[in-house]
């Protein structure tokens, strides 16, 4: 174990057809890790994955199980090649799903079961078009949230995911996330963008779909993590496996405090971060939230040959 090494997961938004295609045929973990999670879901992941329209691995009860056995896939594929082990993990937000699976908090089957699940009650908490979420560009986390709360109303929005310094995102209903794009542009924002995505994320308006997953997760036996894993709601590790049910249902509600869990990270030690499976967004996000930070991804035979060298 490598108390300088890191591991991050990500979350949505890292999905494309042809994901982990070049690593399938380097190793036949990769679509066996796909065909447990396929046993689960009822259908096939990999040929989703490989063969299936955008528009269907963005449908996020889909797109939550496609990513969970990506990282695994990959994690498993670091392990048989005999790659360091880190010494502390992190996911956003659904990507927290594959760093306790990894850390061997909960078994990677009960994962499946649980994020597909939670995909399609975080989809059904919200009418589509009744919700908005949009990135502001350029401005202080300070004068974001002050922006939401004088366009709230009796509405809501939020700021959700505090992914970087000057990045972050907002959510809520569509109104209120219109109010509050205007007033962060003409407090300073560079830019404000809305997301291509089809409910409010992580804002209070998700708590009916922690309350429908509550049953599920109370169910499926969770353990100790053998490798710490910093969480979203405060950027701190847990071992009681009780507090961390507990942080994975407030999670769905909650922000992502992804710059608290890179801080914490270093705090740790950390100066190379793995980003295990699909997509490059987390290292561009650590490299603005620290230059010092050293990140590799894993997503293409080449890079994977690369990070298990540098690390």
Not at 252 to 272: F, H, M, N, Q, T
Request: some cysteine.
């Amino acid at each position: 174990m490598k108390n300088n090494l890191a591991f991050v997961f990500p979350g949505q938004g890292s999905q494309k057809i042809g994901m982990l295609s070049e690593l399938a045929e380097l190793n036949s973990i990769v679509e066996d890790t796909f065909s447990q999670a396929s046993e689960v879901l009822g259908y096939d992941l990999w040929k989703m994955s490989q063969e299936g329209s955008q528009e269907q691995v963005n449908l996020t009860e889909r797109t939550q199980p496609l990513l969970l056995a990506s990282s695994v896939a990959v994690w498993r594929l670091w392990m048989d090649k005999n790659g360091a082990m880190p010494a502390v993990l992190a996911g956003h937000s659904l990507g927290e799903w594959s760093a306790l699976v990894c850390a061997g908090a909960i078994k990677f089957e009960d994962a499946v079961g649980i994020v597909r699940s939670r995909g399609a009650l975080m989809q059904d908490a919200v009418p589509v078009g009744i919700g908005a979420m949009a990135a502001i560009i350029g401005l202080d986390d300070e004068s974001i949230c002050q922006s939401c709360a004088d366009a709230r109303g009796d509405a809501v929005v939020d700021a959700v995911n505090f992914n970087a310094p000057g990045q972050v995102v907002i959510a809520g209903s569509a109104d209120a996330v219109g109010r509050a794009i205007e007033l962060c542009k003409a407090a300073g924002a560079k830019r404000a963008l809305p997301l291509p995505v089809s409910a409010p994320f992580h804002t209070s308006l998700m708590a009916p779909a922690a309350e429908g997953l509550t049953e599920q997760v109370r169910s499926v036996t969770f353990s100790a993590p053998e490798i710490p894993v910093i969480h979203n709601v405060h950027g701190q590790s847990e071992s009681d496996p009780a507090v961390i049910k507990k942080l994975m249902l407030e999670q769905i509600y909650s922000p992502v405090r992804w710059v608290d869990c890179v801080l914490e990270l270093r705090r740790r030690g950390a100066e190379k971060f793995v980003e295990c499976g699909p997509g490059r967004v987390l290292s561009g996000l650590s490299k603005r939230i620290n230059r010092e930070i050293v990140s590799f991804s894993t997503d293409d035979v080449a890079s994977l040959k690369n990070a298990l060298a540098a690390v």
